[in-house]
């Protein structure tokens, strides 16, 4: 069994700052790629941000510049840095990890639950 736990969400006025935090734990034997998603109300979920656990980063355009994504392999724990934060970046964020159990042959997608960032004045 597989869980990734969010953190970090919250309300922030246009132009600050979040830190959201992915922590993976249970039987795992190794993390390919981690990734940040996010699900505006009325919107299809999109892909955020990735990084593979070699360090390779990919970002949607329309984060470029203010959002950083990293990882700490040790820890199997993913972070989003998110700054200029705009309300057009109001969403659920979900993490996803890419996981190899123990005495799996088999990788498997895993979801956190969410949590709600909310970018308001």
């Known amino acids: 069994q597989v869980q990734l736990v969010e953190s970090g969400g919250g309300l922030v006025q246009p132009g600050g700052s979040l830190r959201l935090s992915c922590a993976a734990s249970?039987?795992?034997?190794?993390?390919?790629?981690m990734g940040w998603y996010r699900q505006a109300p009325g919107k299809q979920r999109e892909l955020v941000a990735a990084?593979?656990?070699?360090?390779?980063?990919n970002y949607a355009d329309s984060v470029k510049s203010r959002f950083t994504i990293s990882r700490d392999n040790a820890k199997n724990t993913v972070y989003l840095q998110m700054n200029s934060l705009k309300p057009e970046d109001t969403a659920v964020y979900y993490c996803?990890?890419?996981?190899?159990?123990?005495?799996?042959?088999?990788?498997?997608?895993?979801w956190g639950q969410g949590t709600q960032v909310t970018v308001s004045s």
């Open positions: 996803n990890a890419d996981v190899l159990p123990y005495g799996s042959r088999w990788w498997i997608d895993h």
């Open positions: 249970g039987s795992i034997f190794s993390i390919n790629a």
């Open positions: 990084i593979t656990s070699g360090g390779n980063t």
